[in-house]
């Protein structure tokens, strides 16, 4: 069964930390990973992509990497500020003679000043 | 260049009636997929629309349907509402040639039913 999995649930840590999130997934054949941002009540909002041979995308203080080996995603965000108060969501799209993407239930991400 | 729009913002609706939200695709755009997402969850396939057809489709009963205008912007109805189908709605728009699929989510539209 395909399935994305994230970790932690929620997290909260002090403005200008760094954190880490990670996905784990079970999908096949696998095309692309993204990380997006989704703010309470709006749509999600694309920070990274990344496809089978990429290990790290950066994007500002975001950065994300890939283990398409072990099937697992991070996503790393640098000297966190208010703003970044979020859930944060791994998908993964597969092709199967149609794209087909599978969202992880997501990350819910606390910064405190 | 406007951005995948939704109406309504929000809306509130009484057990056993219905309702249609509505989409207007990202500019250039030929592909709509609308999105269920529940409180504290990850969105959740409903279907896709292209060439006014629905191309796909997720584990949704038949109580949700939908239409795509030769405008691409699309409609998603949902009849004899249930309590449990309060939930944010998205609606994401692409290109079918686009190869990386990358999707433009709408803000959603917050159903309330009560």
């Known amino acids: 069964k395909n399935q994305v999995e994230q970790s932690p649930q929620s997290l909260i840590i002090l403005e200008g930390k760094n954190c880490t999130l990670q996905?784990?997934?079970?999908?096949?054949?696998?095309?692309?990973l993204r990380w997006y941002k989704q703010d309470t009540g709006r749509g999600p909002v694309s920070l990274t992509i990344?496809?089978?041979?990429?290990n790290t995308k950066s994007n500002g203080r975001y950065t994300a990497t890939l283990d398409a080996d072990t099937k697992q995603s991070s996503l790393h965000i640098t000297a966190s500020q208010l703003s970044d108060s979020a859930s944060y969501i791994c998908v993964v799209t597969i092709y199967t003679g149609g794209f087909k993407t599978i969202f992880g239930a997501g990350t819910r991400l606390f910064v405190k000043a | 260049d406007a951005g995948v729009t939704q109406s309504p913002t929000h809306l509130i609706k009484t057990r056993g009636q219905q309702v249609t939200l509505r989409c207007s695709p990202k500019s250039g755009h030929d592909t709509v997929s609308w999105y269920q997402q529940a409180l504290g969850q990850g969105p959740q396939f409903i279907f896709q629309?292209?060439?006014?057809?629905?191309?796909q489709r997720g584990n949704f009963p038949d109580r949700f349907s939908g239409h795509q205008f030769p405008n691409y912007s699309s409609e998603l109805n949902v009849n004899a509402l249930l309590l449990g189908d309060s939930a944010l709605y998205l609606c994401?728009?692409?290109?079918?040639?686009?190869?990386?699929?990358?999707?433009?989510f709408g803000p959603g539209t917050r159903l309330t039913v009560t």
């Open positions: 990344m496809t089978f041979s990429e």
């Open positions: 629309y292209y060439e006014e057809e629905e191309r």
């Open positions: 994401a728009s692409s290109l079918a040639r686009d190869r990386t699929y990358e999707q433009y």
């Open positions: 996905c784990n997934y079970t999908v096949s054949p696998f095309s692309n």
